[in-house]
C-alpha cells in the first residue's frame, strides 16, 4: 500500500549500507543552446556548517534517508553537533502511533509532515495495554499487570533504559502515568499515581504520588492521602511543573459533579505537601483526556448527554485558565458521525499544536490543528479492522533524535 513505508529501511544505520553517489545538479546551456557544460554538483560547494543547518529542517524522516545519499553526508547526520543543533530549530510536528492489535505492541507511527504512516517497532513494551507517557522526544512504558515494569524510550533511535521499580503498593487499582522532559538539559522527571480501595470501604481510597527525578535516579514518595467519595483514575499529566490528575466520584454524584481536576505541584517533594485544589469539570464527562501543549493544560472529552450521561453527543476541546475551563473547540457533527455514538471508547493525546483523536473500535485518526482551529482526517491507516472486536489505541509523541533515556 502506498501509504505505508517501512521505517527499518529509514532507520539502518550500517557503515556497510550502499550510498547514492549521483546528487541533484544542475547544468548550464550556451547561448546557441546547444552546448551542456558540465554539470556541478549542490553537494560540493556547500560547506558543512551550511549543510548542516539545512538538513536539519529537515522532517525526521527525510533526515533518516539524507544519511543514506552518501558517506559525508551519513556522516554528518550522525555527528554529535548536528545532533546538538536539531534541538535548536523549530520543534517536529508530532507523530502517533496507533497500536492495530489489543493484544501485541505492534502498530504505525503517522508523521503528519508528508501524511505518512510508518510500520515501528517499538522497544521494550509488550503490550498495547501498558501504560503509556511521552515529552518531547522520550515515551514512558509501565506494565499494566504488576506496575513494576517501567522503561523509558527514544522510539526513534531506538535507545532505552529501564527505571527502578515504583514504590508505593504493590497491587493498586488504579495508576495514572506521567513525564516531563527538559528541552534544555534533557533530564525527565516521571510520576506515578496510585489509588486503591480500602479494604471494605468502597468509598474511601488510598492515594499515593511518586516521582522519579533522572539526575538522582530516586523514586520519592511525595504524597499520600486516603480520599474520601472520590478516587484516582489513569489520567494523568505533568505541565510547568504541575502533576494534574483527574479524580472520579465513588457514587452519589450528579453527572456534572462526577470528576474533578486535582493539581499537586512537583517542586514540593515533601510528604506532608497537601493536594493544592480541585477543580470542576467543565460539562458531564463520559471520558476525560488530559494532555500538554506548549506548557498549557488542555483537555480532550466526551460530552454526555443529559437523558443518558454515560452516552456521548459529542466531543470537546478545553484549556485550562486559571480555575476555569475555556472552550476552545467542539468536534463538527459530521466528524462526529465518522466515530459513531459510543461511550467511553476513544484515545486521545496530543503534542505542541496538535491534537489526535481516536475511536477503539477503528483505525480512523482525527487531527485537530490548534493553531488554525482545524479539524482533518488523517490519511488512511494501512491496517483494517479483521475481526469485530479488534481494539485500537494509541498515542502521540514528538519525534527526535538528540533525546536519549
Same mark, same amino acid.
Given at each position: 500500500?502506498?501509504?505505508?513505508?517501512?521505517?527499518?529501511?529509514?532507520c539502518?544505520?550500517?557503515?556497510?549500507?550502499?550510498?547514492?553517489?549521483?546528487?541533484?545538479?544542475?547544468?548550464?546551456?550556451?547561448?546557441?543552446?546547444?552546448?551542456?557544460?558540465?554539470?556541478?554538483?549542490?553537494? !560540493?560547494?556547500?560547506?558543512?556548517?551550511?549543510?548542516?543547518?539545512?538538513?536539519?529542517?529537515? +522532517?525526521?524522516?527525510?533526515?533518516?534517508?539524507?544519511?543514506? *545519499?552518501?558517506?559525508?553526508?551519513?556522516?554528518?547526520?550522525?555527528?554529535?553537533?548536528?545532533?546538538?543543533?536539531?534541538?535548536? *530549530?523549530?520543534?517536529?510536528? =508530532?507523530?502517533?502511533?496507533?497500536?492495530?492489535?489489543?493484544d501485541d505492541?505492534?502498530?504505525y507511527?503517522?508523521? =503528519?509532515?508528508?501524511?505518512?504512516?510508518?510500520?515501528?517497532?517499538?522497544?521494550?513494551?509488550?503490550?498495547?495495554?501498558?501504560?503509556?507517557?511521552?515529552?518531547?522526544?522520550?515515551?514512558?512504558?509501565?506494565?499494566?499487570?504488576? @506496575?513494576?515494569?517501567?522503561?523509558?524510550?527514544?522510539?526513534?533511535?531506538?535507545?532505552?533504559?529501564? !527505571?527502578?521499580?515504583?514504590?508505593?503498593?504493590?497491587?493498586?487499582?488504579?495508576?495514572?502515568?506521567?513525564?516531563?522532559?527538559?528541552?534544555?538539559?534533557?533530564?525527565?522527571?516521571?510520576?506515578?499515581?496510585?489509588?486503591?480501595? %480500602? +479494604?471494605?470501604?468502597?468509598?474511601?481510597?488510598?492515594?499515593?504520588?511518586?516521582?522519579?527525578?533522572?539526575?538522582?535516579?530516586?523514586?520519592?514518595?511525595?504524597?499520600?492521602?486516603?480520599?474520601?467519595?472520590?478516587?484516582?483514575?489513569?489520567?494523568?499529566?505533568?505541565?510547568?511543573?504541575?502533576?494534574?490528575?483527574?479524580?472520579?466520584?465513588t457514587?452519589?454524584?450528579?453527572?456534572?459533579?462526577?470528576?474533578?481536576?486535582?493539581?499537586?505541584?512537583?517542586?514540593?517533594?515533601?510528604?506532608?505537601?497537601?493536594?493544592? @485544589?480541585?477543580?470542576?469539570?467543565?460539562?458531564?464527562?463520559?471520558?476525560? @483526556?488530559?494532555?500538554?501543549?506548549?506548557?498549557?493544560?488542555y483537555?480532550?472529552?466526551?460530552?454526555?448527554?443529559?437523558? @443518558? +450521561?454515560?452516552?456521548?453527543?459529542?466531543?470537546?476541546?478545553?484549556?485550562?485558565?486559571?480555575?476555569?475551563?475555556?472552550? %476552545?473547540?467542539?468536534?463538527?457533527?459530521?466528524?462526529?458521525?465518522?466515530?459513531?455514538?459510543?461511550?467511553? *471508547?476513544?484515545?486521545?493525546?496530543?503534542?505542541?499544536? !496538535?491534537?489526535?483523536?481516536?475511536?477503539?473500535?477503528? +483505525?480512523s485518526?482525527?487531527?485537530?490543528? !490548534?493553531?488554525?482551529?482545524?479539524?482533518r482526517?488523517?490519511?488512511?491507516?494501512?491496517?483494517?479492522?479483521?475481526?469485530?472486536?479488534?481494539?485500537?489505541?494509541?498515542?502521540?509523541?514528538?519525534?527526535?533524535?538528540?533525546?536519549?533515556?
Open positions: 500500500m502506498e501509504e505505508e513505508t517501512s521505517w527499518i529501511s529509514h539502518d544505520d550500517d557503515d556497510g549500507g550502499k550510498y547514492i553517489d549521483d546528487f541533484d545538479s544542475f547544468s548550464e546551456l550556451s547561448d546557441d543552446g546547444n552546448q551542456v557544460y558540465p554539470s556541478l554538483s549542490v553537494d !560540493l560547494i556547500l560547506p558543512d556548517d551550511l549543510l548542516e543547518r539545512i538538513l536539519a529542517y529537515l +522532517p525526521i524522516a527525510s533526515i533518516f534517508r539524507a544519511s543514506s *545519499v552518501c558517506k559525508r553526508w551519513h556522516e554528518i547526520v550522525s555527528s554529535t553537533r548536528f545532533l546538538w543543533s536539531l534541538s535548536h *530549530v523549530l520543534s517536529q510536528k =508530532p507523530w502517533y502511533f496507533m497500536f492495530t492489535s489489543s505492541p505492534c502498530g507511527a503517522y508523521d =503528519p509532515i508528508p501524511k505518512k504512516w510508518y510500520n515501528i517497532d517499538l522497544p521494550c513494551i509488550q503490550t498495547s495495554n501498558w501504560f503509556i507517557s511521552s515529552s518531547y522526544g522520550l515515551v514512558s512504558f509501565m506494565d499494566n499487570d504488576t @506496575r513494576s515494569e517501567l522503561f523509558i524510550c527514544n522510539p526513534i533511535t531506538r535507545q532505552w533504559r529501564r !527505571l527502578s521499580e515504583p514504590p508505593g503498593l504493590k497491587a493498586c487499582d488504579y495508576s495514572a502515568l506521567a513525564m516531563s522532559v527538559c528541552r534544555v538539559s534533557h533530564g525527565y522527571t516521571v510520576s506515578v499515581v496510585k489509588s486503591k480501595q %480500602v +479494604p471494605g470501604d468502597f468509598f474511601r481510597w488510598d492515594l499515593s504520588i511518586h516521582v522519579y527525578d533522572s539526575e538522582t535516579t530516586i523514586w520519592m514518595t511525595s504524597f499520600t492521602e486516603v480520599l474520601t467519595g472520590w478516587r484516582a483514575g489513569n489520567e494523568s499529566v505533568i505541565c510547568n511543573g504541575v502533576l494534574y490528575f483527574l479524580i472520579y466520584s457514587g452519589g454524584m450528579v453527572p456534572e459533579d462526577r470528576h474533578g481536576l486535582v493539581t499537586f505541584d512537583l517542586s514540593s517533594r515533601s510528604s506532608n505537601s497537601l493536594l493544592i @485544589r480541585k477543580i470542576p469539570v467543565p460539562c458531564p464527562l463520559t471520558c476525560g @483526556r488530559l494532555m500538554n501543549l506548549n506548557e498549557r493544560l483537555m480532550v472529552g466526551g460530552i454526555g448527554k443529559q437523558d @443518558r +450521561p454515560d452516552i456521548i453527543k459529542g466531543i470537546g476541546v478545553w484549556m485550562l485558565n486559571g480555575r476555569e475551563w475555556q472552550e %476552545v473547540a467542539k468536534m463538527p457533527q459530521k466528524l462526529f458521525q465518522g466515530f459513531g455514538e459510543f461511550d467511553d *471508547v476513544f484515545a486521545s493525546s496530543g503534542t505542541d499544536d !496538535l491534537i489526535y483523536i481516536q475511536s477503539y473500535g477503528g +483505525p485518526l482525527l487531527v485537530f490543528d !490548534l493553531n488554525q482551529k482545524q479539524w482526517w488523517s490519511q488512511k491507516c494501512p491496517v483494517s479492522k479483521r475481526f469485530p472486536l479488534q481494539l485500537f489505541k494509541g498515542f502521540s509523541f514528538e519525534p527526535r533524535l538528540e533525546i536519549a533515556p
